[in-house]
């Protein structure tokens, strides 16, 4: 492996990112365009090509060292045929995203969604280090997760396994944007708790979020911890139900290990603490005793090294 | 493989079953013991054996060609270790059965639990026979499960996952014998559906199912058949909590297959069919178009065959 890298591109709504790394994870280049979505397909591929380009010629890297590049995107997406199937915030439809990739590189091309990829980067360079059987649930606008089984990454039939976002935890609950009710991204999100406090406002609740004019997820967390009834209540009731998702998780997968990261991970104690009582309170002792329940270690980085990951994994 | 055969031990708390078999399903032999759980560790060993001993015998099968043997017992156990842990129903704690019945006979011996037998069963003989990803659901008594995820078996870091009679569907639900309140097991379990019935013929509800002495699943599905309001009711909430439990497992695995067995899929129609009205109401359609929801194949050999499988893909 000595003196081999690997590409990542982080695809997103508003930038495209991409890296030349070492299979050891360190960052040789890294390079940075906006997407605009709205100049359509063609454009934002010529624009990864570009990315790409511009990322090998900054790292100084022999072009030859070079193995293979991962894509990391919003899903849903097919993994395996290389297909963005629809994403809200790109302008792929049905597009194979991989194939002229390739051609262009001439080396393999993987893409996968980047809860997925996130999955994996925190497996390779992050707090799954060394383990077997992890899953990563990131919590921030939406729910997502990805999971490592047996050392490889696990899509599932349409590679939409660990949709758990979408995993139902209250049967008459709020209506999500899929379409079901009471899915655990309408009750335990950052969306969710931002609009838990508008509606407590919203019905006159004595509460200084009322002081706000937008109300995210991170006013509820700082009014909740200087003191506000109406805040911390809010999270009760969402981190409840957050950790009533990890505790099917858990009796589901057996994992040695659940990674939360995203926005609302940021909490920090008053998040993990209350999802390991949940989840003390309704996994197997046998489960929950050999289940670590920490925070994702990478940081801004996430998206590409998740990306860098993907190639590493994929190239072994 | 041309002449090779394995050995299945189905050990349950009333009977040894043990069955010599060829790689490709038929049964040579079968023969069976009480399990006289009573008589402690060392007797129901010994019995386990000779159960082996005679179906040798009886298949007339040179010894040379039979190449493990797999042994499906009720859990919590540890495959990797060879171990039961502990369970009501059988004398052993913390014991190791692989290690003698290894060294009796001189062949690999592998142990699973009786959910996950039943799973390798239903993938290499039953229903779930050329798929790659399937969960098998079993709904009796108790609920329990156990995966197929890319054509090896799924036994997560404590061999528990699939523990899925216990993820928590409602989380104020009754109390299941876990501990933990809400667990499907306490809701869409055949023990739930008699509980639910004999308090509603307590509540003196206008129902048939006063008519009974002691009441089961089975009474409240033929009276259900029959037209009884108060049974229909019955049966529809734990077929919808049921659904909702087979629904987050599609939405977690992404399985291609869902295989339900047990006495409760018994019901037949009724069960798949609300079952599978659940899941088109709360799954993606990309899933649940994807996924097919069948009833298991193996009937009576369930147990035996499972073990049989299991030794079949262990030996692979």
């Known amino acids: 492996m000595k003196n081999k890298y690997v590409i990542g591109v982080d695809l997103g709504g508003t930038k495209i990112c991409g890296a030349v790394a070492s299979f050891s994870g360190e960052m040789i280049s890294k390079y940075t365009m906006p997407t605009r979505a709205e100049e359509g397909e063609e454009a934002v591929l010529e624009r990864i ?40 915030n790109l302008p792929f439809k049905n597009f194979n995203i991989v194939k002229p990739v390739k051609n262009k590189f001439n080396i393999p091309v993987y893409l996968d969604n980047d809860a997925n990829a996130a999955a994996i980067g925190e497996y390779i360079f992050g707090a799954g280090k060394g383990t077997d059987n992890m899953i990563f649930v990131t919590v921030s606008t939406g729910i997502g997760g990805g999971a490592i089984l047996n050392g490889k990454i696990y899509r599932g039939n349409t590679c ?99 990674i939360i990261g995203g926005g609302v991970s940021k909490g920090g104690s008053i998040v993990f603490d209350k999802v390991k009582e949940v989840v003390e309170q309704r996994c197997f002792k046998a489960m929950w005793e050999n289940t670590k329940i920490v925070p994702a270690v990478l940081g801004t980085d996430a998206g590409v090294m998740g990306a860098v990951a993907l190639a590493i994994m994929e190239s072994k």
């Open 160 to 258: 939409n396994a660990l949709e758990i976002g979408h995993m139902t935890i209250e049967k008459n609950g709020p209506r999500c944007n899929c379409g079901n009710y009471g899915c655990a991204e309408a009750l335990a999100s950052g969306t969710a708790i931002a609009k838990f406090a508008k509606e407590a406002v919203e019905k006159g609740e004595k509460t200084s979020l009322s002081n706000f004019e937008k109300i995210t997820a991170y006013e509820v967390f700082k009014e909740a911890e200087k003191g506000d009834l109406v805040a911390q209540n809010i999270l009760n009731q969402a981190l409840n139900y957050l950790g009533i998702c990890i505790s099917n998780i858990i009796t589901s997968f057996d994992p040695e290990m659940v």
């Open 49 to 88: 090509i570009t990315v790409i380009e511009k990322a090998i010629y900054e790292s100084k890297v022999d072009e030859k060292e070079i193995v293979s590049i991962g894509i990391g995107s919003p899903g849903p997406l097919d993994a395996k045929k290389g297909k963005i199937i629809t994403t809200p």
